[in-house]
């Protein structure tokens, strides 16, 4: 083992030891990221806590921003444990840490400035030389964590589901993610196979997939039942017969290419199409304790099912699935998945058809404008859609804004992997500049800014992006 990595080791052990020896009388609060990454994280903990007899409260944060931070550790808990945030306010939560608050950090954003901390116990992959938003998401330090306890490796798929949701399988899993996903299919728990990716895998019905795909998006596909009728029609495939629903596995080779090369035409332009069918077919992994008909036995689907919860303002349902639960808990996941989905159709729809007063495209940069139409919980998912439609072609880098209340914008970022740009950093230094804050990783990061800053926000990202 090379010294980084025995570091990063003894770093995983250290907060394992920590977690392993809480003690039951000091009150422990856990705050978490709304997103798949967060809510698989605090679901890991929240059993290994549990497990442990450790009374804790858990909380969600949408944003990240330093008035998060402080109401954190303005609570009154003994102990804080900060997870899927935390790094770029590791300043100041040491100071809170040597006045007597303990806070812990398990976080994989990447640091916004050089510091070492006294007081405070944190893991992030990046202060051992490791790339934390390719290598490993906060859910698989979480996974981590709980293994050195030992008895946890049934979490792994919700790890792995964590990582999706960072997108960190995209171009396939490396270096500890890899290693993660191995030991997954090696002991049985995960099954890898190369499939069309659509919601509910091979054995859904086709209508019902097609519908509830959200992840590649399809236009006038997605949330649409009808329109998901009629396009299976118009290309020859009977959505229903001899009274069963029809599903991926029923369709012979000639009827899949051309599910796939029509789904393809839908999302991307001729350029777009090799990018488009990557979306489309790719490595799928199932959970392989989940009943085959379980909506979430696809990681993906579960990972989606994750963040719609999160986004929607109940990240508790989420942690539920984590946790073990299904049955009601399963039933209101899917509810709040369908509003997530309904949502998001209805915010692609209004952008497309106001194209030209909603979106301003220059130098490969777009900016959209969704403040009075996106949440802002919303914002960053739409806006990575968008990037992969044919209508953003041309575009290297997505902007959305929409609105935190009547003085803040939220902002998010999209880069397509090839401009060489660290978007989190650039996001990060703006936002400063403009009485805001911000940060993320090289091709996803957020900000907020006053709202009276966004065309100044604007000029100066086009700025840095100039030749
Ligand atoms: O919110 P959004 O999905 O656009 O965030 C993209 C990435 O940027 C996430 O990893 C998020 O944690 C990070 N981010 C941040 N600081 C912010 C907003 C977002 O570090 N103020």
Same mark, same amino acid.
Not at 24 to 53: C, Q, Y
Not at 117 to 132: E, K, Q, S, V
Not at 417 to 430: F, P, R
């Given at each position: 083992?090379?010294?980084?990595?025995?570091r990063?080791?003894?770093?995983?052990?250290?907060?394992?030891?920590?977690?392993?020896?809480?003690?039951?009388?000091?009150?422990?609060?856990?705050?978490?990221?709304?997103?798949?990454?967060?809510?698989?994280?605090?679901?890991?903990?929240?059993?290994?806590?549990?497990?442990?007899?450790?009374?804790?409260?858990?909380?969600? #944060?949408?944003q990240?921003?330093?008035?998060?931070?402080k109401?954190?550790?303005?609570?009154?808990?003994?102990?804080? +444990?900060?997870?899927?945030f935390?790094?770029?306010?590791?300043?100041?939560?040491?100071?809170?840490?040597? *006045?007597?608050?303990?806070?812990?950090?398990?976080d994989h &954003?990447?640091?916004?400035?050089?510091?070492?901390?006294?007081?405070? +116990?944190?893991?992030?992959?990046?202060?051992?030389?490791?790339?934390?938003?390719?290598?490993?998401?906060?859910?698989g330090?979480?996974? +981590?964590?709980a293994?050195?306890?030992? =008895?946890?490796?049934?979490?792994?798929?919700? %790890?792995?589901?964590?990582?999706?949701?960072d997108?960190? &399988?995209?171009?396939?899993?490396?270096?500890l993610?890899?290693?993660?996903?191995?030991?997954?299919v090696?002991?049985?728990?995960?099954?890898?196979?190369? *499939? @069309?990716n659509l919601? =509910?895998?091979?054995?859904?019905?086709?209508l019902?997939?097609?519908?509830?795909?959200?992840?590649?998006?399809?236009?006038?596909i997605?949330?649409?039942?009808?329109?998901?009728?009629?396009?299976?029609?118009?290309? =020859?495939?009977?959505?229903?017969?001899?009274?069963?629903?029809?599903?991926?596995?029923?369709?012979d080779?000639?009827?899949?290419?051309?599910?796939?090369?029509?789904?393809?035409?839908?999302? %991307?332009?001729?350029?777009?199409?090799?990018?488009?069918?990557?979306?489309?077919?790719?490595?799928?992994?199932?959970?392989?304790?989940?009943?085959d008909?379980?909506?979430?036995?696809?990681?993906?689907?579960?990972?989606?099912?994750?963040?719609?919860c999160?986004?929607?303002?109940?990240?508790?349902?989420?942690v539920?699935?984590?946790?073990?639960?299904r049955?009601?808990?399963l039933?209101? %996941?899917l509810?709040?998945?369908?509003?997530?989905?309904?949502?998001?159709?209805?915010?692609?729809?209004?952008?497309?058809?106001?194209?030209?007063?909603?979106?301003?495209?220059?130098?490969?940069?777009?900016?959209?404008?969704?403040?009075?139409?996106?949440?802002?919980?919303?914002?960053?998912?739409?806006?990575?859609?968008?990037?992969?439609?044919k *209508? #953003?072609?041309? @575009?290297?880098?997505?902007?959305?804004?929409?609105?935190?209340n009547?003085?803040?914008?939220?902002?998010?970022?999209?880069?397509?992997?090839?401009?060489?740009?660290?978007?989190?950093?650039?996001?990060?230094e703006?936002?400063?500049?403009l009485?805001?804050?911000?940060?993320?990783?090289?091709?996803a990061?957020?900000?907020?800014i006053?709202?009276?800053?966004?065309?100044?926000?604007?000029?100066?990202?086009?700025?840095?992006?100039?030749?």
């Amino acid at each position: 083992m090379g010294k980084i990595r025995k570091r990063f080791e003894d770093q995983v052990i250290a907060v394992a030891n920590a977690i392993a020896n809480f003690p039951k009388d000091r009150n422990l609060l856990v705050a978490s990221h709304i997103d798949a990454d967060g809510i698989t994280s605090a679901g890991i903990i929240s059993t290994v806590l549990s497990d442990l007899h450790v009374p804790f409260h858990l909380t969600f #944060f949408k944003q990240i921003l330093t008035g998060d931070v402080k109401s954190v550790v303005s609570k009154g808990y003994d102990s804080v +444990l900060l997870m899927d945030f935390g790094t770029s306010h590791i300043e100041f939560l040491d100071r809170i840490a040597e *006045e007597g608050l303990e806070v812990y950090i398990i976080d994989h &954003h990447q640091p916004t400035l050089e510091y070492e901390p006294g007081r405070l +116990l944190i893991l992030n992959p990046y202060f051992h030389g490791l790339d934390g938003s390719r290598e490993i998401s906060t859910s698989g330090l979480a996974y +981590l964590i709980a293994k050195k306890m030992g =008895g946890y490796e049934h979490l792994l798929p919700i %790890a792995i589901a964590g990582a999706i949701g960072d997108r960190q &399988h995209e171009g396939g899993f490396h270096g500890l993610n890899r290693k993660l996903l191995k030991y997954a299919v090696d002991s049985g728990l995960v099954r890898v196979i190369n *499939e @069309v990716n659509l919601f =509910g895998g091979p054995k859904h019905p086709l209508l019902f997939a097609l519908e509830r795909t959200v992840d590649p998006y399809i236009p006038g596909i997605t949330s649409d039942q009808s329109a998901c009728f009629e396009f299976l029609t118009n290309i =020859g495939i009977e959505p229903m017969k001899q009274g069963a629903w029809v599903t991926l596995r029923d369709l012979d080779e000639q009827k899949k290419r051309i599910l796939v090369s029509e789904l393809v035409k839908r999302i %991307a332009s001729e350029s777009g199409k090799a990018s488009a069918a990557k979306k489309l077919i790719g490595e799928i992994y199932y959970w392989n304790f989940e009943d085959d008909s379980s909506p979430i036995k696809d990681l993906r689907d579960f990972s989606t099912i994750l963040n719609a919860c999160g986004r929607m303002g109940y990240g508790g349902f989420g942690v539920a699935l984590c946790m073990g639960y299904r049955g009601w808990y399963l039933a209101q %996941a899917l509810k709040v998945y369908q509003e997530y989905r309904q949502n998001i159709s209805s915010a692609i729809k209004n952008i497309l058809s106001n194209f030209k007063e909603r979106v301003y495209v220059h130098n490969g940069l777009a900016f959209i404008s969704g403040e009075d139409i996106i949440q802002d919980t919303m914002i960053g998912t739409i806006t990575s859609i968008l990037l992969g439609l044919k *209508e #953003f072609e041309q @575009v290297e880098i997505a902007i959305g804004f929409s609105k935190v209340n009547d003085n803040y914008l939220k902002v998010s970022g999209r880069a397509k992997a090839n401009t060489g740009l660290n978007l989190g950093k650039v996001m990060s230094e703006i936002s400063v500049n403009l009485e805001g804050e911000g940060g993320g990783h090289r091709l996803a990061a957020g900000c907020t800014i006053p709202v009276k800053y966004k065309d100044k926000f604007i000029k100066e990202l086009s700025a840095r992006l100039s030749p």
